[in-house]
């Protein structure tokens, strides 16, 4: 079982930087997939990227290769988004998820999450 916290939101103006944070607790070890997804109001939950356990990079979505960038320290179970060039419209709220198995995009496949953390850009 996995317990994932994120952190590191916040209000942030058009073209800044914020690094989001997803800690994970792990009854087990073993190897696991962590992919971050977003969620703006009245929006579905959206794919953003997602990083093998060997840290890896699975895959960005188009709206955000180029400027997000994923990355992983497994010596301290946490994954890292950096978002730079940040746009107005990657407001929402980010969360991270973790599958032991499923290494693709659809939310629905990924066993465990976190409560997700607020990213507001401001134009």
């Known amino acids: 079982q996995v317990h994932l916290v994120e952190s590191g939101g916040g209000l942030v103006q058009a073209g800044g930087s914020l690094r989001l944070s997803c800690a994970a607790s792990?009854?087990?070890?073993?190897?696991?997939?962590t992919g971050w997804f977003r969620q703006a109001p009245g929006k579905e939950r959206e794919f953003v990227t997602a990083i093998r356990w060997s840290g890896v990079s699975i895959s960005y979505a188009d709206s955000v290769k180029g400027r997000f960038t994923v990355s992983r320290d497994n010596a301290k179970n946490t994954v890292y988004l950096q978002m730079n060039s940040l746009k107005p419209e990657d407001t929402a709220a980010y969360y991270c998820a973790a599958d032991p198995y499923y290494t693709g995009s659809n939310p629905l496949a990924y066993a465990y999450w976190g409560q997700g953390t607020q990213v507001t850009v401001s134009s």
């Open positions: 792990l009854r087990t070890a073993g190897p696991y997939v």
